[in-house]
């Protein structure tokens, strides 16, 4: 750590600052720096999200302040490509914020690398959290993470559209070739005007949660592959036939959407995808009701489901204010009062005095019902994902989108993926 | 300069401030006028269009806009995106923001005019031992992709404890960091005729006199364009308000209007847009007042041979 | 070099007196390193250190957040194996060779049509100078989808004239022309910088040039060109520059993505998804300094032969 702070800081400020790098030592007291009511610390705690999001914490920092009349919350907030620019940035300049709500996806980046506080450490109640959660947020052992709140995969679709198709609701009781069937029915009805869904082979998690229904790790402890390529090679097919026709949105289409869904656009009757993307689609499409039910799987006792925590609060290596950061970390997850400031716009609260203390309605009560009715089936949530997974989450989809376009076969776009896996396996080793 | 350039020079004591060719009856006058407006127009049109589908965007409910929408009429316009759009946000009113984008801006105009053009006056009508290296160096420094000098700049300002403060998004500015401007300069000055500082020299001007009170008056479009530029790109400046600044209060528009459209969130395009175009204004009024002196500042009465 | 008389003369006159010429000497140095003082001072506490240490992370693997370990060439015989490198060139070039060219020509043959006296200059400029705004806002993303989307104003325009290409946004094989149409749109910027060349260029030129019977073609090969040289130049440098360097548009128009299919996969936008998102900062250092060899070349290339076409008045030496 001191070389490479030591080697930057020389080249770029000259040799006469190398003596401020004694600052970068850590300060050695177990709880860090504790205030008064009279002379309160303050932390920095950052987030991503949109203006709701800011609007809701400011009301839960408040909230805090007045509880803990010594600990002052410094609040920061970025959208969400620009919060990992920031971080990444911070962190190799040694100054990431005490406080930070995480993406399970960086967990692995940042907390291997010594970046992350262990919460184990410090007090934080999570007694009140499922036992089969927790784990996402460990790594060896080592608490980095707490989740905020959770996620489950899904299949959307919107009840009105059917109905104008003459299309019966799903059950979710269903096989993947009958979730095609369905996908098919809706395209040929649709005629051009309404697609089945994308292409749900082109989503990881999808891909994650079908590999667990074969009993088969994605990834395994040693931070390897635990599929093979033949499975790859398998899950790409099953939309073989069905890509070019109008049960899946055509690439073109995709694409031109983005930045919003075809679901969102009204383009696709259903998607696959988390739960929590609710609120988002509600307000892109103006759509009235959308409904949830499980995803498909030819093992009606084995769907693969998990809850995923949604966000996670982590907290520095390096803060001063350990105590302070865990009390806050704390009353985030746990406090009742917060869980009805955020309701389920962080995702359902994980803590279950949180979700408790909250009531949900509407769009909300959909989506913690649709959690409710999936327990029986859920298994414990994957370790966090290896090192760079963000990148191979990304390289996924991408891949499955040249897959789309035709530029590649299953077994080129098999192959490019494995590829660019190994060298970033290879890379982080 | 070899060629025909050269031999038509001004004649001594002209003062025929712009380009007036034969003259012309009044109707080939009139006829060439519709000419040019009926063009000028056609070409505004399409290249405005985009802008005004912008703005008629920002008065569309969010669910009419992106996706498939790309027609420019809607059945329901209304103010609620402007009204969104100036709430503020997490308890920082948009008033707020527009005034730190505006001390940015302004900062970031004061300090590049000063620096830039001091520096210019150097490298086009000085002549000193390391000048040509000098240049080269600054040229240099337009070929690095920023990319990768963000952290260790952002170390710098971090060990001078000077993150969360406007210093690292003005100091470079104060120090002619963009070698564009300061290029920019040098080109006009390079141009502006010989005859000027030597005449000065032999009057016995110094070098401050003469960049003071020959260059600068002549320099004018070069710095009003300069002004233009700074202003809009600092007001426009997304990823170092991002970097450097931690304290919502102090944020500048680009950061605030990133926040409407969080894609793991639901997005309000609406907002966005309407924010972008209210966005929009100060710099289009900046341009509107400060355009016409690009054309109106230099006259040739200073090129008297 | 032709020189005017008066020119000549004048020069003639102070060099007559040696030592005076040596004291000037030392004084333009004196001047010259007073007035250069404050880029001189950013250039060594802001840019050079930051420069070098990112010359040495393009020979480590360097991840943000470990020290950086020394592998030697590594990252540069790497990337010449790496398809999705490869493919960033390709996009890149194309962008540069259309891209900037059309830019200029647009950019000059408005700031000419508006470089007349004539009434509402004041609105035609500001009209043009519009897009350059709008095309640094988020929401360029969004306008740019529409107007070249399916069925959208571009495709409606073409098919009235029967031709059918349908949405450019979701083709790969029609996303960089929509790119170069893009910045082709924000000629603003140079346009400013040609019309403020324009003016510096003596209306009595043009009158003399008129009594001796010169048409417009022959006037702007006799005195635009030559005397617009230095902008000209300037701004055919700084649009390759940038062009090269292309970012914020690419990124806001593909999502950070590059996509589709990799159409849109620039090359500061692979750099910035190796450094940022891959956390692969030794392998972005590396690439960013391959373009700053290239681009060097480049420019050297244009200073050299800015020698037998770009002339300065105040370089009469």
Redesign the interface.
């Known amino acids: 750590m001191i070389n490479r702070r030591h080697f930057l800081t020389t080249v770029a400020i000259g040799t006469a600052s190398a003596a401020a790098l004694a600052a970068c030592g850590n300060g050695s007291s177990s709880s860090g720096q504790t205030g008064s009511a009279d002379n309160p610390v303050t932390i920095n705690y950052t987030w991503w999200g949109n203006d709701d999001r800011a609007e809701r914490t400011r009301k839960a920092i408040a909230l805090f302040e007045s509880k803990n009349p010594d600990i002052k919350v410094n609040g920061n907030f970025t959208d969400f490509a620009g919060y990992w620019q920031k971080r990444a940035t911070e962190a190799a300049g040694g100054g990431l914020p005490d406080v930070m709500q995480w993406d399970l996806s960086y967990l692995r980046d940042y907390g291997q690398r010594n970046q992350l506080l262990d919460l184990g450490t410090v007090k934080i109640d999570t007694s009140a959290f499922e036992k089969s959660l927790l784990p996402s947020g460990q790594i060896k052992g080592k608490t980095y993470g707490i989740p905020t709140s959770t996620n489950a995969f899904a299949v959307y679709y919107d009840p009105a559209k059917l109905a104008s198709l003459g299309i019966a609701e799903p059950t979710g009781k269903w096989t993947w070739s009958e979730f095609q069937a369905f996908l098919k029915e809706v395209g040929d009805k649709g005629n051009g005007t309404l697609y089945g869904s994308t292409d749900f082979t082109g989503v990881w998690w999808q891909f994650n949660i079908w590999l667990r229904q074969k009993n088969i790790q994605a990834f395994n402890s040693d931070g390897k592959l635990g599929f093979s390529k033949d499975d790859l090679k398998t899950w790409w097919n099953l939309n073989a036939k069905l890509r070019g026709t109008q049960a899946i949105v055509p690439e073109d289409r995709v694409t031109q959407l983005k930045p919003k869904s075809p679901f969102g656009s009204n383009v696709s009757a259903a998607e696959v995808t988390w739960d929590n993307f609710m609120a988002g689609y509600l307000a892109d499409s103006g759509a009235k009701q959308l409904k949830l039910v499980p995803v498909p799987s030819d093992d009606p006792n084995n769907l693969g489901l998990f809850l995923k925590p949604s966000m996670l609060m982590v907290a520095s290596a390096k803060t001063k204010f350990k105590d302070a950061a865990a009390r806050f970390i704390d009353f985030m997850v746990n406090d009742p009062e917060v869980g009805q400031i955020f309701k389920t716009s962080r995702g359902v609260p994980a803590s279950k005095t949180q979700r408790d203390g909250t009531t949900f309605d509407g769009a909300d009560k959909l989506v913690v019902d649709y959690e409710k009715s999936i327990e029986q089936y859920l298994k414990d949530a994957p370790e966090p994902p290896i090192v760079g997974f963000g990148t191979l989450e990304a390289s996924f989809g991408r891949i499955a989108s040249d897959l789309n376009y035709g530029k590649l076969t299953v077994d080129g776009a098999v192959d490019a993926w494995f590829k660019e896996a190994e060298d970033l396996i290879k890379q982080n080793a | 300069m070899t060629t025909t350039a050269t031999p038509i020079q001004p004649a001594p004591g002209a003062t025929a401030p712009a380009y007036n060719p034969k003259s012309e009856s009044t109707t080939a006058k009139r006829a060439k006028s519709a000419i040019f407006h009926a063009a000028a127009l056609v070409l505004t049109c399409v290249v405005l269009y985009p802008a005004v589908w912008m703005v008629a965007s920002a008065f569309k409910p969010n669910s009419e806009i992106g996706g498939q929408n790309t027609s420019l009429w809607s059945n329901n316009f209304s103010f609620d995106n402007f009204a969104t759009a100036m709430e503020g946000i997490g308890g920082v009113s948009t008033l707020q923001f527009f005034t730190n984008s505006l001390i940015l801006a302004i900062g970031a105009v004061v300090g590049t005019i000063l620096s830039a053009s001091v520096s210019a006056y150097a490298f086009a009508r000085i002549k000193f031992p390391g000048r040509s290296l000098f240049f080269g160096m600054m040229i240099a420094t337009l070929l690095l992709p920023f990319h990768v000098v963000i952290i260790p700049q952002y170390i710098i300002f971090q060990q001078l404890g000077l993150v969360d403060t406007y210093v690292p998004l003005l100091i470079g500015k104060f120090l002619a960091g963009d070698a564009f401007f300061v290029f920019l300069m040098v080109q006009f000055m390079r141009n502006l005729p010989a005859e000027l500082d030597e005449a000065a020299r032999i009057d016995g001007a110094g070098h401050v006199r003469i960049f003071t009170s020959i260059m600068l008056p002549l320099m004018k479009p070069a710095l009003i364009s300069t002004s233009i530029f700074s202003f809009i790109w600092s007001w426009n400046d997304f990823l170092g308000p991002l970097l450097y600044l931690n304290t919502p209060d102090k944020y500048p528009l680009p950061l605030a209007l990133r926040l409407f459209v969080d894609q793991t969130q639901s997005s309000d395009y609406g907002a966005m847009i309407a924010m972008s175009v209210l966005a929009l204004l100060p710099v289009l009024i900046f341009f509107l007042i400060f355009q016409r002196y690009i054309v109106e500042g230099v006259s040739t009465q200073g090129l008297k041979g | 070099?032709?020189q005017?008389p008066?020119?000549s003369r004048?020069?003639g006159?102070?060099g007559t007196a040696l030592p005076r010429k040596s004291r000037q000497?030392g004084?333009?140095?004196r001047?010259?390193?007073?007035?250069?003082?404050?880029?001189?001072?950013?250039?060594i506490?802001?840019?050079v250190?930051?420069?070098?240490?990112?010359l040495?992370?393009s020979f480590t693997?360097?991840?943000?957040?470990?020290?950086?370990k020394w592998i030697g060439f590594d990252n540069y015989a790497t990337l010449f194996q790496d398809e999705r490198f490869l493919q960033s060139v390709g996009v890149t070039l194309s962008y540069v060779v259309f891209g900037t060219p059309l830019k200029l020509a647009a950019a000059l043959a408005?700031a000419m049509?508006?470089?007349?006296?004539?009434r509402?200059?004041?609105f035609?400029?500001?009209?043009?100078?519009?897009?350059?705004?709008?095309g640094?806002?988020?929401?360029i993303?969004?306008?740019?989808?529409?107007?070249f989307?399916?069925?959208?104003?571009v495709d409606q325009g073409l098919s009235f004239f029967g031709i059918n290409i349908?949405?450019w946004?979701?083709?790969?094989a029609m996303t960089m022309p929509m790119m170069i149409l893009l910045t082709v749109?924000q000629f603003g910027?140079p346009m400013?910088?040609f019309?403020?060349?324009l003016?510096?260029i003596?209306?009595?030129?043009?009158?003399?040039?008129?009594m001796d019977g010169a048409g417009p073609v022959r006037k702007f090969f006799?005195?635009t060109w030559?005397?617009l040289s230095?902008?000209i130049?300037?701004n055919l440098l700084?649009e390759t520059?940038h062009a090269f360097?292309i970012?914020a548009s690419a990124y806001i128009i593909s999502?950070?993505?590059g996509?589709?299919?990799?159409s849109t996969l620039f090359?500061?936008l692979y750099?910035?998804l190796r450094?940022?998102?891959?956390?692969?900062?030794g392998y972005?250092?590396a690439?960013?300094?391959l373009?700053?060899i290239v681009?060097?070349i480049i420019?050297l290339i244009f200073f050299r032969t800015s020698k037998s076409w770009v002339?300065?008045?105040?370089?009469?030496?």
């Open positions: 070099m032709t005017s008066t020119l004048r020069r006159h102070s000497r004084a333009d140095a001047a010259g390193y007073t007035f250069l003082l404050p880029w001189l001072l950013g250039f506490a802001l840019t250190g930051p420069m070098i240490s990112s040495y992370l693997n360097y991840n943000l957040f470990e020290p950086p408005v049509l508006l470089n007349s006296k004539r509402g200059q004041g035609y400029r500001s009209a043009f100078y519009a897009p350059s705004l709008i640094a806002s988020v929401s993303a969004i306008v740019w989808k529409a107007m989307g399916d069925s959208g104003p349908g949405g946004v979701g083709n790969p749109w910027a400013v910088i019309l403020a060349g003016k510096q003596p209306g009595e030129l043009y009158e003399a040039a008129s006799n005195i030559p005397m230095p902008v130049f300037f700084m520059i360097q970012f999502n950070g993505d996509g589709p299919a990799g090359y500061t750099l910035y450094g940022f998102s891959d956390f692969r900062m972005a250092s690439m960013a300094w373009l700053v681009v060097g420019t002339h300065y008045s105040g370089d009469a030496k």
